[in-house]
């Protein structure tokens, strides 16, 4: 028997990583004006109603004896993705042009995935009213409010 452990999906850390170059670039403007306008996400794109539930499920299976699943699978790589696009597109804009400034400090030492996954949930469950909005939205939204550029 093949004991390895199974793959995840490279699309989703694709689809990940495109959505968060887009943000980084776009996002100041668009998450005013998204939160301003309570603009729905288009129906093929994931809410923080989706997301939400899978990092609920990823805290679950942080416990002893429970088994990963798909759905926590996702949150995990997911916010691991969103953040090393965060961090290497904010890097690239900000070395093309002293004059931008990163939307989200993250400390130096960076965090853990666990972290990740509470500021999130713990974002997320306090903006019910927004959780019909564009994951990448709320992510970049909660990361501001953890970790705001003084």
Same mark, same amino acid.
């Given at each position: 028997?093949?004991?390895?452990?199974? *793959?995840?999906?490279? #699309?989703? &850390?694709?689809?990940?990583?495109? #959505?968060?170059?887009?943000?980084?670039?776009?996002?100041?403007?668009?998450?005013?004006?998204?939160?301003?306008? =309570?603009?729905?996400?288009?129906?093929?794109?994931?809410?923080?109603?989706?997301?939400? *539930?899978?990092?609920?499920?990823? +805290? *679950?299976?942080?416990?002893?004896? +429970?088994?990963?699943?798909?759905?926590?699978?996702?949150?995990?790589?997911?916010?691991?993705?969103?953040?090393?696009?965060? +961090? &290497?597109?904010?890097?690239?804009? =900000?070395?093309?042009?002293?004059?931008?400034?990163?939307?989200?400090?993250?400390?130096?030492?960076?965090?853990?995935?666990?972290?990740?996954?509470?500021? &999130?949930?713990? #974002?997320?469950?306090?903006?019910? =009213?927004?959780?019909?909005?564009?994951?990448? +939205?709320?992510?970049?939204?909660?990361?501001?409010?953890?970790?705001?550029?003084?």
């Amino acid at each position: 028997m093949n004991s390895a452990p199974p *793959r995840i999906k490279t #699309w989703h &850390v694709y689809r990940a990583a495109i #959505w968060i170059a887009l943000l980084q670039f776009l996002l100041p403007a668009n998450l005013g004006m998204a939160l301003a306008t =309570q603009q729905t996400a288009p129906d093929d794109a994931y809410t923080g109603v989706e997301l939400l *539930r899978q990092c609920k499920d990823a +805290i *679950r299976e942080s416990d002893p004896g +429970i088994a990963s699943t798909p759905s926590g699978t996702m949150c995990i790589g997911y916010l691991a993705g969103f953040i090393a696009g965060s +961090i &290497v597109t904010g890097n690239f804009y =900000q070395a093309q042009s002293r004059s931008l400034h990163a939307a989200i400090c993250f400390p130096k030492g960076g965090i853990t995935g666990d972290q990740e996954i509470l500021i &999130v949930v713990k #974002w997320l469950s306090d903006h019910p =009213q927004l959780l019909h909005l564009n994951e990448g +939205i709320l992510v970049e939204a909660a990361f501001q409010d953890a970790f705001p550029c003084k």
